[in-house]
């Protein structure tokens, strides 16, 4: 799938097979009914293989299932969620060329005619987007409000968007990444999600979770190239000894799995604090950060344990590597995270 920069349809099938796409969607809408720690898992484990895949389902359960969960009306939930449980993947529709880490800069726009709204626009570093059914579209109904003129839609594939590009990146090839027009396309009035000018406090909201899923996404990808590598450093003997039993090998391997594991322990703390209904957006920005630092890191001391090896596709320690950069741009780059770190402090020691 890295080669060909597509995601395996088979692929997507076994995710909703396996009960992965619903995670927290109710039973009786065919979701697993579970809690959000458990997807936080399942996306761990996921990336430990593929972290293509692992964002994948990402984006679907935090993002998508999540906004429609807990600001969709019985009637839209009734209608969304089984769907998006059992067979269509969801794409998250944020992101414009003019607007990223600024997302309430955004310029697409939506007007009302009669029962329908008119929505004309571009979004650019869309996740899921070329194989996805379902969208949520942020547009705003009425720019001179800024902000809160920002609205959610839902919409599918066939009421008009367009897949204008689809990127080639350094990493998570596999993971479709693409620019979506909109020109006068026409959806229900009843396609709103929450109300008419609150999409900007759902961007928010469900970033804030979203970032925990990333988090687990960086640091199921620094275990698995932890365990691709270090079994060769027991094999490979150089000297008269394994390579792995040396004193400086040793040193660095013991401390990536520390850093590993004092990631994991930041994630799990935000993951907890989200299903006890406790504030968690200062330890999801703590666990987005520092996962994505220790992915970096221990994906690159991977590829230097295997050595030349390590450097070929051959092992796919360096694909690894290539998945981590994406971690420190994405759902909030590191600045944005510190940034909200750093506000945190300020208002409890000021």
């Known amino acids: 799938m890295d080669e060909n920069e597509m995601m395996d349809k088979g692929v997507i099938k076994g995710l909703f097979e396996q009960g992965l796409m619903g995670i927290e969607t109710p039973a009786d809408l065919g979701g697993s ?131 204008a590009k689809k990127e080639q990146k350094l990493g998570i090839r596999a993971s479709s990444t693409c620019t979506l027009n909109f020109d006068d396309m026409k959806i229900p009035a009843e396609n709103v999600i929450g109300e008419v000018g609150k999409g900007y406090k759902i961007a928010i909201e469900i970033l804030n979770e979203g970032r925990i899923g990333i988090a687990a996404q960086m640091i199921g990808l620094a275990q698995g190239a932890f365990d691709k590598a270090v079994p060769y450093t027991y094999q490979r003997t150089q000297f008269g000894q394994p390579i792995g039993t040396f004193q400086g090998m040793q040193f660095q391997i013991a401390q990536a799995a520390i850093d590993i594991e004092t990631a994991r322990l930041l994630t799990y703390n935000a993951a907890r604090r989200k299903d006890e209904g406790k504030e968690f957006t200062q330890q999801a920005a703590m666990a987005k950060y520092w996962s994505s630092v220790i992915a970096q890191r221990v994906s690159g001391s991977a590829i230097e344990w295997a050595g030349g090896v390590g450097f070929t596709r051959e092992t796919g320690i360096e694909k690894f590597w290539r998945d981590s950069k994406i971690g420190a741009i994405y759902e909030g780059t590191s600045n944005i995270q510190l940034q909200t770190i750093a506000k945190y402090i300020q208002k409890q020691y000021s």
Request: net charge negative; with cysteine; hydrophobic share 40%.
């Open 33 to 163: 009914e579970s809690s959000f720690t458990a997807a936080i898992i399942a996306i761990e484990e996921l990336a430990k293989v593929d972290p293509s895949v692992s964002v994948m389902c990402d984006v679907h359960n935090t993002l998508v299932n999540t906004v429609v969960r807990k600001y969709g009306t019985k009637e839209q939930q009734e209608k969304w969620l089984p769907q998006l449980a059992e067979s269509s993947l969801g794409s998250f529709c944020l992101s414009e060329p003019a607007s990223g880490s600024d997302a309430f800069a955004l310029q697409t726009r939506a007007r009302k005619e009669g029962d329908s709204w008119i929505i004309n626009g571009s979004k650019m570093w869309i996740t899921n987007s070329y194989e996805a059914e379902v969208f949520l579209i942020f547009a705003n109904v009425d720019p001179s409000k800024g902000y809160k003129g920002i609205t959610c839609f839902i919409a599918t594939k066939d009421m008009g968007i367009q897949i």
